[in-house]
């Protein structure tokens, strides 16, 4: 899994650490089954669709479809980010009980930009609002000039996937119906 750099002598991860970590995605079947409607989409849209999983009370990106020239920086696949500051996080967050919410919290929240939550009381407002809706929006709470919508994968008959899994996917904010988009903000549009 890991090999030497002959000219640094530092240890770096060998190919072969790519070559599993291709095969996990490849297990989980929401990525099997999100893969190829979530290129349609990013194709449809001017956004960047990411699929994510909740993992040691963090959102892993599984997932990235995006066009020629999207902002992709915001997130590869394998990067992990915290519940609070992100929409995807808040999907997870309000499958939760409160007493898991409340746990998360007195972990730590970082304070990200002026805009990221990081009290009980606004979050549980928040999530009220994830509920009724069922979508989330993190509105320049991570990233300064990035605003992102995310909604639960849902089964077909209509039951939230997050359960067990607590699988999100996330969408455009502006054309689609599921998945989380990155896009930066219209300055002329109120989010």
Known sequence: MIEQDARTRHYVLAAKALAVGSRYLWRLPL????FFPMQELAQQTSGTVQLGIRHEDRVLFIHLSGYAGAPQAFAHVGLRRPF????????????????EVKRVFEAGCERYTERTIVTLGQMHQELEEVRRK????????????????AAPVMRSRGEDRCGDQRDAAYRDSAEAGQGEALREPDPGRVP
Not at 31 to 34: G, M, S, W
Not at 86 to 93: E, I, M, N, R, W
Not at 134 to 148: H, K, Q, T, Y
């Open 31 to 34: 990525y099997r089954v999100a």
């Open 84 to 99: 609070h500051a992100t929409a995807s996080g808040k999907v997870f967050l309000s499958a939760m009980t409160w007493s």
């Open 134 to 149: 069922n979508d989330a929006r993190a509105i320049e709470e991570l990233l300064p000039g990035f605003s992102v919508l």
